[in-house]
């Protein structure tokens, strides 16, 4: 019911390509789903998050899609760049319940040039 | 900016040491958090304060215990270090009553990380 499942493991992309990464939920409370971005070397930072109450959220080239009754939600990277190499996770909380973050075990995205 | 410090981005350490590993946040958020990150196994949860003095165990807290004397600082103690604990270490740190927030950026921030090889 805690878990969070991210996929793929691992992902190669080209120079301008489309980066997709899915993640899936079992817990109906969770309110408040992040993703993260991290860079070799450093900790996790917060890239873009998004609350249930709207199907899809924009910031530049990133966009996170949520689709509620499927408790699933990706998270899209536009005209990628060698830039954007890094780990992501996504990650949920019931923030009406707890602090905690429940984190999705992590996709390792190579861009290349 | 919210800015998480911590004390040591490289140390080893021998078998049967105690290790000490600090954490300091600068935005006067209640919530401190403790995870270890494995390849494969992305973050896990050791333990986590709601407040001074306060705490409470995650998911993996064998072999951990954590000290929280400050608002600021939270500190991850290693009681006798083992090889199985060589890992990278990361703090974040969030403020607290995010039930009702309509913002989407009250979450955790995360320090660098300290990656702690027990030899």
């Known amino acids: 019911q805690q878990q969070v499942k991210q996929s793929p493991q691992s992902l190669i992309v080209q120079k301008g390509g489309i980066s997709i990464i899915n993640c899936a939920y079992e817990?109906?409370?969770?309110?408040?789903f992040p993703w993260y971005q991290q860079f070799p070397g450093k900790g996790p930072a917060l890239l873009i998050a998004?609350?249930?109450?709207?199907s899809e959220k924009k910031e530049g080239r990133f966009t996170i899609s949520f689709n509620k009754s499927a408790k699933q939600f990706s998270l899209h990277i536009m005209d990628s760049q060698p830039g954007d190499s890094a780990t992501y996770f996504c990650?949920?909380?019931?923030?009406?319940?707890?602090?905690?973050?429940?984190f999705g075990k992590g996709t390792k995205l190579t861009v290349n040039p | 900016d919210v800015k998480v410090t911590q004390s040591s981005r490289y140390l080893v350490k021998r078998t049967g040491e105690k290790v000490f590993l600090e954490c300091v946040q600068d935005m006067d958020h209640e919530n401190m958090f403790w995870y270890r990150q494995d390849p494969g196994l992305g973050l896990r949860l050791i333990y986590f304060?709601?407040?001074?003095?306060?705490?409470e165990k995650g998911d993996i807290p064998e072999g951990y215990s954590v000290s929280r004397e400050k608002k600021e600082r939270f500190s991850l103690i290693l009681e006798s270090a083992s090889t199985n604990q060589t890992s990278m270490y990361l703090c974040a740190s969030s403020p607290w009553g995010l039930a009702g927030t309509t913002s989407s950026t009250d979450t955790q921030y995360f320090g660098p990380g300290t990656r702690l090889t027990v030899l």
């Open positions: 998004i609350r249930p109450d709207v």
């Open positions: 990650a949920a909380s019931n923030q009406g319940g707890s602090e905690k973050l429940v």
């Open positions: 304060s709601y407040d001074v003095k306060m705490k």
């Open positions: 817990n109906t409370a969770f309110d408040y």
